[in-house]
C-alpha cells in the first residue's frame, strides 16, 4: 500500500514561517498532479495549493503571495513554503497526490498551529 510522509509542521508565531514537505517513495507509474490541502476544526477540507507534472501552480485566494509549491520530480517530493503565516491558516494539512490519471493518494496529515 502507497503512504505519503508528511513532515514539516509545528507551532510558529503570527509572521513566521514553515516549509512542508511531502514524499511519494512507493507510487509506481506517472506522478501527474501534486498538492495541499487544509482542513481547520469545524470545516471543510480546502485546496491550497497543486501543481501539474508540467509545473502548472493554482494557489487558493487566502495563501496567494505567501505560499509558494514546489516539487522535485527525482525525489516524488512536493513542498510548500509558508511565509507571513496567520492564525487563520491554523489546520491540519494534508498531501495529495494523483498518479496514473486515476489513482488518488493522500498524506497522513501535519497539524500547523499558528499562535502568539
Known amino acids: 500500500q502507497v503512504q505519503l510522509v508528511e513532515s514539516g509542521g509545528g507551532l510558529v508565531q503570527p509572521g513566521g514561517s514553515l516549509r512542508l514537505s511531502c514524499a511519494a517513495p512507493?507510487?509506481?507509474?506517472?506522478?501527474?498532479?501534486m498538492g495541499w490541502y487544509r482542513q481547520a476544526p469545524g470545516k471543510q477540507r480546502e485546496l491550497v495549493a497543486h501543481?501539474?507534472?508540467?509545473?502548472?501552480?493554482n494557489y487558493s485566494d487566502p495563501v496567494k503571495g505567501r505560499f509558494s509549491i514546489s516539487r522535485d520530480n527525482a525525489k516524488n517530493t512536493v513542498y510548500l513554503q509558508m511565509n507571513s503565516l496567520k492564525p487563520e491558516d491554523t489546520a491540519v494539512y494534508y498531501c495529495?497526490?494523483?498518479?496514473?490519471?486515476?489513482?488518488?493518494?493522500w498524506g497522513q496529515g501535519t497539524q500547523v498551529t499558528v499562535s502568539s
Open positions: 495529495r497526490v494523483v498518479a496514473n490519471i486515476a489513482d488518488v493518494y
Open positions: 512507493g507510487i509506481i507509474g506517472t506522478i501527474n498532479t
Open positions: 501543481i501539474s507534472s508540467r509545473g502548472t501552480i
